[in-house]
């Protein structure tokens, strides 16, 4: 089955077309071309035209060409690099980073594309029934994901279901609440659930696209997200500059305040149920395949974001997150206090770390140099660590199969849901409803079997259930964009982040309120009037 992007790319030449609604700023919605939506929307082929338009800004600068996943994986506690690029976001100072506004307008753009795809091919005839439910099912859900990622980075947002027309032309539309905003990504998830096809159906689409077992586990995903955040209680994290054990007593996290939790918990666990009882998911046998450009699109890979070498739909991850760069070595990788926090023989650090690399330059390089016994000789090469930091990086595998390796922009792809999260999320929400079931237990050591470490302790109380849980998600998601939203829907950001305070590589960890939410772009705070200032501190 061909991926989605084959398709994007051959209908490129159409985006000024289907894109009517895109643009450059939030809230925005100028036309690219003189092509109205009556004249354009006519087919099936028009159809699938313009909801591979609504896919394509994800390949952009506004989203995860960079600055989607600069501003999420690069803020976190387990995350360490290079100064010249983790000294803005990375550091907790995000405007001075040049992308520092993009994700709010890749996601509107999002938005004003999929409302425009949701508002006319509903009214096309010249289509297959089942793939128009389809195309606005993908709608649906892309405007769904979109919303789900602006609350959590900026708190509530303003509401834009509808493009901008002679019946609908106010542009300054006031923030909803956090609630508000919620209940749109709940409502489109769920309208996404009853017209998106299962993986493997014949009219599901090709692999990139999203499908009904992918809008479930987003339902699930949002009702963790929200029950989580409203939750009371302690979370116990491994960190500060001694990697001890610290209790913290959460925060709940502004907006969801009186909601209950419980409820939503049980939703999240029977959603994730569904998934599970019902998906053709399963877990990639070996760590190491599941990133190989074999392992692409497989039943644990539920939602990839695609590339293609030689094209415009491709990414610099490779060569921000890889031991061996273009810049010589890669400038991301994990910190040492996060690697102790894996066992031994855990393929996840066993497999999934560059223990033995050479450097663009030519350097042999090992990592730890606290296990030289067992990677300093390789295959009668010596590795020749110099003692400094430049040798202890814990670089990830994740992003390092590609076509080149030796090109800046290359065919990585990105996971944006896999099915061990879902794993996870069932086990978290299960503690949370009914405490350490066997159920509970058996979704969570499914994860940690198939990564070769051991049972999770028994006979844990739920606190200790869900602490164990919290770090086993920042074992399995390690520099998959997750962590820093994990702490801060547990309301612990800040505690986890200013215990460490100055991190490996000298990176700033230290945080106030104001990295609790992103800034508002200033584009939007001088066009929208509705918007009366900015988030808390900026």
Same mark, same amino acid.
């Given at each position: ?42 087919? !099936? ?32 506690? =387990? ?30 753009? *999002? &938005? ?18 089942? *793939?128009?439910?389809? &195309? ?28 901008? @027309? ?5 542009? @300054? ?27 493997? =159906? ?17 339902? +699930? ?5 929200? +029950? ?32 209950? %939790? ?12 569904? /998934? ?63 690697? #102790?926090?894996?066992?031994? $023989? ?47 990086? $814990?670089?990830? *595998?994740?992003?390092?199969? /590609? ?28 503690? !949370? ?40 998600? %920042?074992? !399995? ?28 590589? #000298? ?15 200033? #584009? !939007? ?5 509705? *918007? ?7």
């Amino acid at each position: 089955m061909k991926a989605i992007s084959t398709y994007i790319i051959a209908l490129a030449g159409l985006m000024g077309v289907v894109s009517m609604s895109s643009c450059k700023k939030a809230l925005e919605e100028k036309p690219y071309s003189f092509y109205s939506p009556e004249n354009f929307y006519r087919n !099936e082929s028009d159809a699938k035209a313009a909801i591979n338009g609504v896919y394509n800004e994800l390949y952009t600068y506004d989203l995860y060409l960079q600055p989607f996943w600069n501003m999420t994986i690069l803020d976190d506690d =387990h995350v360490s690099g290079a100064d010249w690029f983790l000294g803005t976001t990375g550091a907790g100072n995000p405007q001075a980073y040049f992308g520092w506004d993009r994700p709010w307008v890749g996601c509107y753009a *999002i &938005i004003a594309r999929a409302n425009t795809v949701l508002e006319n091919v509903v009214n096309i005839t010249n289509i297959d029934p089942d *793939i128009k439910n389809r &195309i606005l099912g993908e709608a649906y859900f892309l405007r769904g994901w979109a919303y789900f990622q602006l609350v959590q980075l900026y708190g509530g947002v303003p509401l834009r279901l509808k493009s901008l @027309s002679a019946e609908n032309p106010e542009t @300054s539309v006031p923030r909803a609440t956090v609630k508000e905003t919620y209940d749109v990504v709940i409502n489109d998830f769920k309208a996404a659930e009853t017209m998106l096809f299962p993986l493997g =159906h014949a009219k599901a689409g090709e692999a990139g696209r999203v499908n009904q077992g992918v809008a479930k586990a987003f339902l +699930a995903k949002t009702y963790l997200t929200m +029950a989580s955040g409203a939750s009371t209680g302690n979370v116990t994290v491994r960190g500060g500059t001694d990697n001890g054990y610290y209790t913290y007593v959460k925060d709940v996290v502004k907006g969801l305040e009186g909601l209950d %939790a419980k409820a939503y918990y049980t939703l999240a666990r029977d959603k994730a149920n569904e /998934v599970m009882t019902n998906g053709p998911y399963s877990l990639t046998t070996s760590w190491k395949d599941l990133w190989s450009i074999a392992g692409r699109n497989s039943k644990e890979q539920m939602w990839e974001l695609q590339s293609l070498a030689g094209t415009a739909f491709v990414n610099n991850l490779s060569a921000y997150f890889s031991a061996r760069s273009t810049f010589g070595q890669g400038a991301v990788w994990t910190t040492n206090n996060h690697y #102790n926090d894996y066992e031994d $023989a855990d393929k996840r650090v066993l497999e999934g770390v560059f223990h033995n690399y050479q450097t663009l330059q030519g350097t042999y390089i090992f990592y730890p140099s606290w296990q030289a016994t067992q990677y300093k000789v390789v295959n009668g090469i010596t590795y020749n660590n110099t003692g400094s930091t430049t040798a202890e990086r $814990a670089y990830v *595998i994740k992003y390092s199969s /590609v076509a080149d390796p030796n090109v800046a922009n290359s065919d990585a792809f990105f996971p944006l849901l896999r099915y061990s999260e879902v794993l996870l999320m069932y086990a978290e929400a299960e503690n !949370e409803v009914n405490g350490a079931t066997l159920a509970a237990y058996n979704a969570l050591n499914a994860v940690r079997g198939r990564a070769n470490a051991s049972n999770a302790p028994a006979n844990m109380t739920p606190e200790q259930f869900r602490s164990f849980v919290l770090a086993e998600r %920042a074992r !399995e998601f390690n520099l998959e964009g997750i962590r820093r939203f994990d702490l801060m829907r547990w309301g612990i950001y800040l505690q986890v982040m200013n215990k460490i305070s100055s991190g490996q590589n #000298n990176i700033s960890k230290v945080r106030s309120l104001k990295n609790l939410l992103l800034p508002l772009p200033l #584009n !939007e705070l001088n066009s929208n009037t509705a *918007i009366k200032g900015n988030n808390p501190g900026w």
